[in-house]
T-cell receptor, first 115, second 111 residues
């Protein structure tokens, strides 16, 4: 199957700082990528849809100024958590679908801990 | 938008027994229904999927059934093994947007 790589796999940051997470499609071009957040023992909740060359589409309740998404190329989308707070601590995971295919491929996920 | 409900939230079975997880969806336009297995701290891994033009699909010990009229689909795992222990998520979509996931089922297979 297709490969989606996410980096870093874990990060610890101080409250008030910003953290950038990268999501790359290694062997296919992804015009659309998806960002999810997963709290412990909970499901994956869609945060936003990242569109190459245009603005991301955010789900209701997700602050676009806090979770900045950039999708500057067909193989890279980034999520920046700005002014992070302890309640932002979570497992962030990206996903992409190959054109004309329905299967979704996931990155390894990033465990963010804000102290 | 789509809403997916999943039951049970936890399931404990003896090794060798069968396990069944059920999901319902709300959007009649959904036509793609994957099942993912997620181990602690890892990414979800696709284990089986089914499209709306098929009623049942099987892959070795894993099978999925779909009832479009009732808008529900189920995952069946036979001859369960300890390594099947994980969290399982169902999902639904039209194939063009992000997947909508169920709440997850924590399966524990007792040796």
């Amino acid at each position: 199957g297709a490969v989606v790589s996410q980096h870093p796999s874990w990060v610890i940051c101080k409250s008030g700082t910003s953290v950038k997470i990268e999501c790359r499609s290694l062997d296919f071009q992804a015009t659309t990528m998806f960002w999810y957040r997963q709290f412990p023992k909970q499901s994956l909740m869609l945060m936003a849809t990242s569109n190459e060359g245009s603005k991301a589409t955010y789900e209701q309740g997700v602050e676009k100024d806090k979770f900045l998404i950039n999708h500057a190329s067909l193989t890279l989308s980034t999520l920046t958590v700005t002014s992070a707070h302890p309640e932002d601590s979570s497992f962030y995971i990206c996903s992409a679908r190959v054109h004309s295919s329905t299967e979704a491929f996931f990155g390894q996920g990033t465990r963010l801990t804000v102290v | 938008g789509e809403n997916v409900e999943q039951h049970p939230s936890t399931l404990s079975v003896q090794e060798g027994d069968s396990a069944v997880i059920k999901c319902t969806y709300s959007d009649s336009a959904s036509n793609y229904f994957p099942w993912y297995k997620q181990e602690l701290g890892k990414r979800p891994q696709l284990i089986i999927d089914i499209r709306s033009n098929v009623g049942e699909k099987k892959d070795q010990r894993i099978a999925v059934t779909l009832n479009k009229t009732a808008k529900h689909f189920s995952l069946h795992i036979t001859e369960t093994q300890p390594e099947d222990s994980a969290v399982y998520f169902c999902a639904a979509d039209t194939g063009r947007r992000a997947l909508t996931f169920g709440s997850g089922t924590r399966l524990q297979v007792q040796p």
